[in-house]
């Protein structure tokens, strides 16, 4: 995806060296806790070390001091679901292009998806195997999710002790054959295995319901598609989520909410302890069934975009924290595959590729509905840093913490294309990673230097509640 600017805003500060430590971020509009407010953010050793209020001295011998005026300073973004592809499908997407693309848009973090690599991240051996691939190549902080699939429940101690902080699953197929869905046996094993470990199990939440057939409607009709994954299928699978994590002293987490019709079911499963969270994505929140156009297929995904009256329900749900976080589920692919000559809906592979473009793509919908920027730091760095038990690290501004920022204008306007050209609010000027210049103007660090993040297992707390 391109985009085009329609204004530009001279800063009044130099431009620093990108990939270059600084010491200290300055700037009339921090994002702190509940305020927004001038201060500088001191760096010592990739640290948050305090943060003051502004003053606008000069800089000691050989500090670097990035001030930015009235550019927004908030956390890092930290983007829970990402399919990275490497090893085995790099032509799709791989570490380098990937965590580019993220730190390009403001995400400090990612976590990476056991599937559609080769092998996928569901034994340890794998797991080693896609750490070497991922090693030396991130332009922004790695994590990694393990998977769960028939008869490997025997693998996610090992793969939670490595460093993985839970496990994906899909309850219908996912799309490739080495990452088979799991049935409801398989299931209670694998929580069985994880019940009073602090791992998290994240459902891809279909189930298979008969449908009527296809073959018989025009493929290239979005409507075709659409009828093929209704909302029954998600509500379902939510249903059968709900009493599981009822049943077992497991977090579980659903991810890609697409059906505001499942919310009742989360709602009341909360209401009854369940320590269930659920995320939807940037394509849910922004994009609508009535303006997919015929032959369209990059708008594919699983679960599907919905009509415009769910569209609102799930903004509302959003605002009274019946979801906790706004993820891309970024799943890109090959051109080809997505079949744009045929414009077939039914065979074309499901997936949209937009990480660098979560923050404006959320903000502009958001700003418009009374959301603040405090609402975005929680949806998008705070409860995605809780889920991944990153929370200690990532997701603030507070000293002891992880130098990861994004600086941006909330208030210029660029226009994304092919998103149904729209014009967006919010463009990223500069990304910091544990207090080095990842990324500023189009410009990336000369090398890659995100950390592989492994994360480490404590003694389960007492409380799971969610973060509602």
């Known amino acids: 995806m391109s985009h085009k600017r329609l204004e530009r805003k001279q800063l009044g500060t ?30 010592s050793n990739g640290k948050i070390i305090n943060i003051v209020p502004k ?42 292009t990937a965590t580019k693309a993220a730190a390009a848009g403001g995400i400090t973090t990612i976590v990476d998806m056991p599937l559609n690599s080769l092998p996928p991240t569901t034994t340890l051996s794998n797991f080693n195997v896609k750490l070497q691939a991922a090693d030396g ?26 460093g993985v902080p839970g496990f994906k699953c899909f309850m219908i197929a996912s799309g490739v054959d080495e990452f088979p869905h799991v049935n409801f046996m398989d299931l209670h ?68 909410l697409s059906s505001a019709q499942a919310l009742p079911i989360i709602r009341e499963a909360r209401q009854a302890g369940a320590p269930l969270t659920v995320e939807t994505t940037h394509h849910y929140l922004t994009l609508t069934s009535e303006h997919i156009p015929p032959g369209g297929t990059y708008y594919k995904c699983c679960p599907p975009i919905r009509g415009k009256d769910n569209q609102e329900e799930l903004w509302a749900a959003l605002c009274n924290r019946d979801i906790d976080m ?49 609402d975005l730091v929680q949806l998008m760095c705070k409860n995605t840093a809780k889920l991944c038990k990153l929370i200690e690290r990532k997701g603030s501004l507070q000293p ?55 994360i480490q297992q404590t003694k389960a707390e007492e409380n799971t509640a969610p973060y509602y």
């Not at 998600?234 to 890609?256: F, G, K, P, S, T």
């Not at 744009?340 to 949209?352: M, Q």
């Not at 990842?438 to 592989?452: A, D, H, I, M, T």
Request: aromatic residues 8%; negative net charge.
């Open 14 to 43: 130099p431009m620093m060296t990108v990939g270059s430590e600084i010491n200290i971020v300055r700037s009339n509009r921090v994002v702190i806790n509940n305020t927004i407010c001038p201060a500088e953010i001191i760096i």
């Open 189 to 256: 094993m694998a929580m069985k295995e994880l019940e009073d470990t602090e791992a998290v199990l994240l459902f891809h939440a279909e189930v298979d319901v008969n449908q009527g057939n296809p073959a018989l409607e025009d493929p290239t009709e979005y409507n075709t598609f659409l009828n093929t994954r209704p909302d029954i299928m998600e509500v379902q699978a939510i249903q059968m989520v709900a009493e599981l994590c009822l049943l077992y002293n497991v977090r579980c987490h659903i991810v890609h």
């Open 55 to 96: 003053k606008s001295l000069a800089p000691s011998k050989g500090e670097k001091i990035m001030d930015v005026g009235d550019l927004v300073v908030m956390p890092g973004i930290v983007d829970t679901h990402v399919h990275v592809n490497e090893p085995g499908r790099t032509a799709w997407e791989g570490f380098q």
């Open 400 to 454: 002891g913490w992880d130098a990861d920022m994004v600086i941006w204008d909330p208030d210029k306007v660029f226009e994304l294309t092919p998103y149904l050209n729209f014009r967006l609010h919010g463009e990223v000027f500069a990304t910091i990673v544990r207090g080095r210049l990842v990324y500023q103007e189009r410009k990336f660090s000369p090398k890659p230097q995100g950390e592989l993040l492994l």
């Open 326 to 374: 706004v993820v891309s589920d970024h799943s890109p692919c090959t051109p080809e595959m997505k079949l744009l000559e045929d414009g077939d809906f039914v065979k074309a592979w499901g997936g949209i590729a937009s990480l660098q473009f979560g923050l404006p793509l959320f903000w502009t919908a958001a700003k418009q509905r009374g959301f603040t920027i405090h």
């Open 137 to 162: 190549q991130c332009y922004v902080d790695t994590a990694f999710w393990g998977g769960v699939i028939p008869n490997n429940q025997a693998e996610l101690v090992p793969m939670l002790n490595a």
